[in-house]
């Protein structure tokens, strides 16, 4: 299955098998670390990446639009990766994107990265919060130990599980479900990801890009 239905403090959520959350009594999809210009910073310092993930990013924000209604868009930091992502070719495909989309709301929850990088361009009428802001039971977060007042939805972990049979291993990327938080994966299409070793309380999702698991 592309998406597995779980509840979280009372509501029903979607996992979605392409690293993004849907809530749909508020038609809200959540992404975390999508890193908008990640591949430019390296380009940057003259570090030879592929081009096209900015686009490949934004593709996939389409992608669930057509077929999750969506409202809003919250992303929880990490928006862009650098000063660098200010690029004039970064910058200009994100505009055309969000002219396509003039009534969607976007709000970005800081984070590390969007510390450095700088605030996106105020002509992509992004809605600039801190941690944690609280909408309904919901706290999202970039950093997933914020105290915070509701159910605790962050990133910043880029979180993998390891699968490991005799002969081989796997990592995926995964959502990870604990009692008072969940971590969600990196979105972005240029990001890595970092092993985690879930708790006896802590249930793990994982995705192969087209299905989701529950893996323990």
């Not at 809530?23 to 999809?29: G, K, V």
């Not at 009534?103 to 009428?125: I, K, Q």
């Not at 249930?203 to 299905?211: D, K, Q």
Request: aromatic fraction near 8%; proline fraction near 6%.
């Amino acid at each position: 299955m592309s998406a597995r239905e779980i509840d979280l403090a009372g509501e029903r959520v979607l996992l979605l098998a392409q690293k993004a959350l849907y809530w749909p009594h508020a038609s809200m999809l959540v992404i975390a670390d999508i890193h908008f210009g990640k591949a430019a910073s390296f380009r940057a310092q003259g570090v030879p990446v592929p081009r096209g993930t900015t686009t490949q990013n934004l593709e996939g924000l389409d992608a669930l639009m057509a077929i999750y209604p969506t409202r809003e868009i919250v992303f929880l930091g990490d928006f862009l990766h650098a000063r660098a992502a200010h690029a004039s070719a970064t910058v200009a495909a994100m505009l055309a994107w969000r002219r396509r989309h003039p009534a969607l709301r976007l709000t970005l929850v800081r984070g590390n990265h969007d510390m450095r990088a700088g605030d996106p361009s105020a002509a992509l009428g992004i809605t600039m919060v801190d941690e944690p802001h609280t909408v309904g039971p919901f706290s999202f977060c970039h950093h997933p130990d914020v105290a915070a007042a509701g159910y605790v939805l962050a990133g910043h972990v880029h979180p993998v599980y390891l699968l490991a049979s005799r002969l081989d291993s796997l990592r995926l990327p995964c959502f990870l479900v604990g009692p008072t938080r969940m971590i969600l994966p990196s979105f972005g299409a240029f990001t890595g990801g970092y092993v985690i070793s879930p708790d006896v309380h802590e249930r793990v999702y994982v995705t192969s890009g087209e299905a989701m698991h529950c893996v323990r």
